[in-house]
């Protein structure tokens, strides 16, 4: 079994920063690509960015430019940077562990999730 836990989640203003971590408990983390998703109230939940086990990254428009995904292997932890943050970033953001790709069901392991708002 696979667990992550996402932290970071916080009230920030417009244009300010947060960083999310999620830590996970499984020793062939670095065979997994690892994914961030967020759902905003009254939406289906949406990709944000992917990192795969060699680094490669991807990223939904939303986040391109202001988002920055990471991975420390020896770690088992992924991080999103998000920087000039917005009104509409607010949401609950979720980690997830599987293969490459922007849909959820690639993605076969979640966390809990870790609220973001971001107040204008």
């Known amino acids: 079994q696979v667990h992550l836990e996402e932290s970071g989640g916080a009230l920030v203003q417009a244009g300010g920063s947060l960083r999310l971590s999620c830590v996970v408990s499984r020793r062939t983390f670095g065979d997994y690509t690892m994914g961030w998703f967020r759902q905003a109230p009254g939406k289906e939940r949406e990709f944000v960015a992917a990192i795969n086990w060699n680094g490669n990254t991807y990223y939904a428009d939303s986040g391109k430019d202001r988002f920055t995904i990471s991975r420390d292997n020896a770690g088992n932890t992924v991080y999103l940077q998000m920087n000039n943050l917005k009104p509409e970033d607010t949401a609950v953001y979720y980690c997830?562990?599987?293969?490459?790709?922007?849909?959820?069901?690639?993605?076969?392991?979640w966390g809990q999730g870790t609220q973001v708002t971001v107040s204008s």
């Open positions: 997830a562990a599987g293969r490459w790709g922007t849909l959820e069901r690639f993605y076969n392991y």
